[in-house]
């Protein structure tokens, strides 16, 4: 009987490929934020991508949807409330609450308190997938590409050169 240190060839290779994917992150919300809303990409791998989003005020401008990618949502600091069709409320969370997003929720969110927002988002993607398939169902009341972005680099968080 086979057992897990019988690998084949193909299969270790495949384990050795995955492990140089390992990424550690240490977040720390950026000093000095003057848009209404940033992004702080921690990492990606393979089907998985964490952010955290600081909003100032607002948030999520606009119903809309995500058909390659399911989210999992928990408020790190600050109060946030998620609205579905026809703004219904889905729920308002605090710290260390939230909510999952399958793909194909219509959804928006917004800042529900005079704290500053921080929200961890967690985007599982399917096989394959290279974005997660943003489908706006209403018009945008905010460009979401005009809030500043940041990466994680090894645990050090730095403006994205790319944008901005």
């Not at 800042?111 to 599982?124: H, K, R």
């Not at 979401?144 to 994680?152: A, H, K, L, P, Q």
Request: charged fraction near 30%.
């Amino acid at each position: 009987m086979a057992n897990a240190y019988d690998l084949t060839p193909e299969l270790e290779e495949r384990i050795v490929e995955a492990e140089k994917g390992i990424k550690v992150y240490r977040y720390k919300k950026p000093e000095g934020i003057k848009s209404g809303k940033a992004r702080i990409e921690l990492g990606r791998g393979g089907n998985v991508r964490g952010v955290v989003q600081i909003v100032k005020e607002g948030g999520e401008n606009n119903l809309h949807y995500h058909t390659d990618a399911d989210s999992f949502w928990m408020v790190l600091k600050g109060r946030v409330k998620f609205y579905g069709v026809d703004d219904e409320l889905l729920g308002e969370f605090g710290p260390h609450e939230g909510l999952i997003t399958p793909a194909y929720t219509r959804y928006w969110f917004e800042s529900s308190s005079d704290e500053e927002l921080e929200l961890l988002q967690v985007g599982a993607f399917g096989p394959g997938a290279k974005s997660s398939g943003r489908t706006d169902v209403s018009d945008q009341r905010y460009e979401i590409t005009s809030g500043e972005r940041y990466v994680d680099e090894g645990g050090v968080i730095t403006k994205d050169p790319k944008r901005g």
